[in-house]
């Protein structure tokens, strides 16, 4: 009985050592950069410029992509994330999170506002539509490849 309890045990922790499916992407293997203008409403255009090494994977497929794209800066002084999910209906929904150095974090929230190229093994997403706080996001957030 201590035998197979010992073997259980040694089998349980092997497992528990295997890397999980589940587990995030690595997001430190290509290129990646954004360019966003902000405008309306009653202040100045903003613009935002970051990038740098950091990960682009599409978790989904083609037909409903749930594509992931993301930059720190090594300090963490300032960072993005841009996730676009295919939704059934055929749309997508884009959320936009930066952080500029600085500054506060913005967070945006738009619906079909992107459109999305391949080139190679790179991915461009170009913005062009109206955020949820009706201000209008322009600008391009590009991929040299993808992390799988």
Do not use: H, Y
């Amino acid at each position: 009985m201590a035998v197979a309890a010992a073997s259980l045990l040694v089998t349980a922790r092997a497992v528990a050592q295997q890397p999980s499916q589940l587990e995030p992407p690595d997001l430190s293997a290509t290129a990646v950069s954004l360019a966003l203008t902000l405008s309306g409403g009653d202040a100045p255009p903003r613009k935002f410029s970051m990038g740098g090494t950091g990960g682009c994977q599409n978790l989904g497929n083609d037909k409903q992509p749930n594509w992931v794209v993301g930059w720190s800066a090594d300090d963490g002084s300032q960072l993005f994330t841009v996730t676009v999910q295919g939704l059934p209906n055929g749309k997508t929904e884009e959320r936009v999170m930066l952080k500029p150095r600085g500054e506060r974090s913005v967070s945006l929230t738009s619906m079909s506002a992107v459109r999305i190229a391949r080139k190679g093994p790179g991915v461009r997403f170009t913005f062009d539509g109206t955020e949820s706080g009706g201000r209008t996001m322009k600008g391009t957030v590009r991929c040299a490849g993808q992390t799988t």
